[in-house]
């Protein structure tokens, strides 16, 4: 596993990260789904893989972000 770092954000700069995480995430889940269309078991489960990590990270983020 990495080692942490530490980064100071603003909330804005959070929220941000959220949205373009976002946009990656729905690409990933797109990815996916051809692959599966296609019958690319290993794709899929690069693709799926990497929406899921992203998905932890954004719930991550998102619990920093102040209502």
Do not use: C, H, P
């Amino acid at each position: 596993m990495s080692n942490a770092i530490t980064v100071k954000l603003t909330g804005d700069e959070i929220e941000m990260l959220v949205d373009a995480l976002e946009v990656d995430l729905e690409g990933y889940v797109e990815a996916a789904k051809e692959a599966r269309a296609n019958n690319k078991r290993d794709d899929v489960d690069t693709f799926t893989e990497a929406a899921t990590r992203i998905q932890a990270l954004m719930t991550k983020l998102q619990d920093l972000i102040e209502d």
